[in-house]
C-alpha cells in the first residue's frame, strides 16, 4: 500500500492518517563494509525500495571514487539529480562544495599555500583534505533533517576504514575544539597585532575563526543526528568470505564505540543451490561462513542476497536486487533501537556500559580523568564525558561480558577515602 507525504501530512491508502513533524519520520540509512562487496548496489536498491513505497528518498555518494552513476546508468554528478519517481541522486564533489559551503575557509587555506610559493592548480588540491567528502555529507543530512524535502536518506559511503575515521570525526572535532580552539584563537588575535606584521604567512582573519565556529555547531548537531537510533541506522554489507567477514566484525566493534546504531547486516553475493550451478566447493564453503555469520552477528536482522549471473547495472537490474533481498520488507523500518552506550544504576552502584562486539580483553584500554573516560580499541578512542554525578569518582572495575564493556564506579562514600587515580592513568583493573 502506498504511503504519500504532502508537507506534514500522511496519507495511507488515500486516507489522511496524520499530520506530524516532518523531522520526526526522516530515516538516515548508512551503508558501510569493506571495499567490493556491493555497498553501492544494496544502497540504491535500498533507496529504490523505499521510493516505490512512497516515501521522498535521495541516496548519497561520499566515496571520492563515484560508483553511484555507473550503478543506476544514470549520469549523476555534484548537484541534485531525479533518478526515478520519488527517488534523487547525489555525488559530492568536495571542491565544489569548499566553493559554495565554506569560501572563507577555503580562500584562507589557498592563500596559506599560495605565500609559501606554491602555483595556483597546486594549491587549490591541496586545500581538499582526505575525508572532506563525508564532511560535507554530514552537513546534507543536517539540511535534509531540518528541511522537508526527504523522508529517507541513504548514504553509500567509503570502504570500512575511511568510514570508521569520518563516523568518529564528529566526537574527534569536538574534542579539539573544546580544547584547543579558543587558546588557538587568543594566540592569532595576539599574532596579529606582533609577528603578524613581519612574517610573510597569512594568519586566518576573523571571518575564518568564526566559520570554524560555525563548523563546530554544525557538527554537533549532526553528532546528534548520528546517534538517534530513531533516525539513524548504520547496516553492515558482507560476503561469505573468511576476510571479508572479520573485517566486518571489527567494524561493527569501531561503529558501537562510538554509539552508532547498527541495526541490519547484508550479506551479499550468496551461491544459490541449483542446478545450473556446478560449484559445490564454494556453496559447501559459503554455507560453513553463513553458519558464522548467523552465530557470531544474532540478534541482528540480516538480509541475504544471492550472486547475480550478471553485473548489475542499471535501475532494472538494482530493482531485482532490492527485491531479493527485502521482498515486501520495508527497508526503512528500525530493526533494532538499541543504544550502545547505557549508564546504569542499580541498588546505588553506576556503571556505563558499552558494547563492544567481538573485542577481546587485551585490545581495549581505558583511561580516566575528573570528568571523562576514554576507552580504547584497537587503533580507535572515544571520549565520553560523564554525568556530574559521576565526576571525580573512581573506577572500581571493568570487565568485557557478552560483548559489553561494564565500567563500575566507586561509590561517593568509598571513594572519599581512597587515594583517587590520577587523571589519564590507564585503567587496566577488570581485565
Not at 340 to 350: A, E
Not at 384 to 393: E, F, N, S
Not at 406 to 422: L, N, Q, V, Y
Amino acid at each position: 500500500m502506498e504511503i504519500i507525504r504532502t508537507g506534514t501530512t500522511v496519507r495511507i491508502g488515500g486516507a489522511v492518517i496524520c499530520a506530524v513533524d516532518q523531522s520526526a519520520f526522516m530515516r538516515i540509512l548508512i551503508y558501510t563494509g569493506k571495499g567490493g562487496v556491493g555497498k553501492t548496489s544494496v544502497s540504491v536498491a535500498t533507496a529504490i525500495k523505499c521510493a516505490e513505497r512512497g516515501l521522498r528518498t535521495i541516496v548519497i555518494s561520499t566515496d571520492s571514487a563515484h560508483s553511484l552513476s555507473d550503478s543506476v546508468d544514470v549520469a549523476i554528478g555534484p548537484s541534485i539529480r531525479n533518478i526515478a519517481k520519488n527517488l534523487d541522486g547525489l555525488e559530492i564533489d568536495i571542491l565544489k562544495e569548499l566553493e559554495e559551503n565554506w569560501n572563507d575557509i577555503r580562500k584562507y587555506i589557498f592563500s596559506f599555500f599560495a605565500s609559501q610559493g606554491m602555483d595556483e592548480i597546486s594549491a587549490k588540491e591541496m586545500a581538499v583534505f582526505p575525508g572532506m567528502e563525508f564532511i560535507a555529507a554530514l552537513f546534507y543530512l543536517g539540511r535534509f533533517y531540518s528541511g522537508d524535502e526527504y523522508d529517507v536518506v541513504v548514504v553509500d559511503t567509503a570502504p570500512t576504514a575511511d568510514t570508521l575515521r569520518l563516523l568518529s570525526f564528529p566526537d574527534v572535532a569536538d574534542w579539539y575544539f573544546q580544547h584547543f580552539y579558543g587558546l588557538m584563537k587568543n594566540f592569532i588575535r595576539v599574532a596579529r597585532v606582533t609577528v603578524g606584521r613581519v612574517v610573510s604567512i597569512p594568519l586566518p582573519p576573523e571571518e575564518v575563526m568564526r566559520e570554524f565556529e560555525r563548523f563546530n555547531l554544525r557538527i554537533k548537531s549532526v553528532r546528534k543526528l548520528l546517534t538517534n537510533p530513531e533516525i539513524t541506522s548504520v547496516r553492515l554489507v558482507t560476503n561469505p568470505e573468511k576476510m571479508v567477514i572479520s573485517e566486518t566484525m571489527r567494524a561493527y566493534t569501531y561503529l558501537s564505540l562510538y554509539d552508532l546504531n547498527v541495526e541490519a547486516l547484508i550479506v551479499n553475493r550468496v551461491h544459490s543451490k541449483n542446478p545450473l550451478n556446478t560449484n559445490e566447493g564454494k556453496i559447501r564453503e559459503q554455507e560453513n561462513y553463513i553458519e558464522m555469520i548467523e552465530s557470531a552477528f544474532h540478534p541482528l536482522k540480516i538480509f541475504y542476497s544471492k550472486l547475480f549471473p550478471l553485473e548489475i547495472v542499471g535501475l532494472e537490474s538494482v530493482k531485482r536486487l532490492g527485491d531479493e533481498l527485502f521482498g515486501d520488507t520495508d527497508p526503512s523500518v528500525i530493526f533494532s533501537r538499541e543504544n550502545p552506550l547505557k549508564i546504569v544504576s542499580k541498588r546505588g552502584n553506576t556503571s556505563i556500559q558499552l558494547k563492544v562486539p567481538f573485542a577481546n580483553r587485551n585490545e581495549v584500554e581505558l583511561y580516566t580523568t575528573r570528568d571523562t573516560i576514554v576507552v580504547g580499541v584497537g587503533q580507535y578512542r572515544r571520549t565520553i564525558a560523564l554525568p556530574l554525578g559521576l565526576y571525580g569518582r573512581e573506577v572500581e572495575s571493568a570487565e568485557i561480558s557478552d560483548g559489553v564493556l561494564k565500567i563500575k564506579f566507586r561509590e561517593d562514600s568509598d571513594a572519599g577515602g581512597k587515594e583517587k587515580r590520577p587523571a589519564g592513568r590507564k585503567g587496566k583493573r577488570g581485565y
